[in-house]
T-cell receptor, first 114, second 114 residues
């Protein structure tokens, strides 16, 4: 079983739609959860960071964490063509190493059509 | 806003040659990382570096790889004898002052081995 699973898509939605992106994980030691956005030939850009179960909102973006189900989500409201990118979930564990290394999902490619 | 910068943006090298990839992390960060992304695959952790030493490395990070922080600003990744399979995007990331804060990434170096 992969540590972090993410549907690669592609996901195509019309402008203005609500987008739901998801990741599941198997390692219960994961305590910190991030969503990054990656445009073609660019580095991952941090969108959301959370370490507790529940919801965190920032503008059009909402990150949701359910540690009991080992499931995280990113919701994008009122999606725009400029949101077209690859969305990466990433997580890190509290363990003996405590280095903060990130384990990434495969990334979901999103296209928002005007 | 402070950012992580990487040079060069693209490096083309003959197989067997040595390459050095350079990164300037965000100035007050204390934890530094290298990740790799082979085309079409997920971002993979290579190595973490803290307090002038490697704190964790992955199985990918074999004896051909080394990292260094030669001065107060640069963080380098050296591949001693490159192989075709080293062709990938290499991303530098940094965080701080705690390891469990979100990591910020550079735009990467695209390494092409011929």
């Amino acid at each position: 079983q992969k540590e972090v699973e993410q549907d690669p898509g592609p996901l195509s939605v019309p402008e203005g739609a609500i987008v739901s992106l998801n990741c599941t994980y198997s390692n219960s030691a994961f305590q910190y959860f991030m969503w990054y956005r990656q445009y073609s030939r660019k580095g991952p850009e941090l969108l959301m960071y959370t370490y507790s179960s529940g919801n965190k909102e920032d503008g059009r973006f909402t990150a949701q964490v359910d540690k009991s189900s080992k499931y995280i989500s990113l919701f994008i409201r009122d999606s725009q063509p400029s949101d077209s990118a690859t969305y990466l979930c990433a997580m890190s564990a509290i363990d003996s190493s405590n280095t903060g290394k990130l384990i990434f999902g495969q990334g979901t490619t999103l296209q928002v059509k005007p | 806003e402070p950012e992580v910068t990487q040079t060069p943006s693209h490096q083309v090298t003959q197989m067997g040659q040595e390459v050095i990839l350079r990164c300037v992390p965000i100035s007050n960060h204390l934890y530094f990382y290298w990740y790799r992304q082979i085309l079409g695959q997920k971002v993979e952790f290579l190595v973490s570096f803290y307090n002038n030493e490697i704190s964790e490395k992955s199985e990918i990070f074999d004896d051909q790889f080394s990292v260094e922080r030669p001065d107060g600003s640069n963080f380098t990744l050296k591949i001693r004898s490159t192989k075709l399979e080293d062709s990938a995007m290499y991303f530098c990331a940094s965080t701080g002052p705690q390891f469990n804060q979100p990591q910020h990434f550079g735009d990467g170096t695209r390494l092409s081995i011929l």
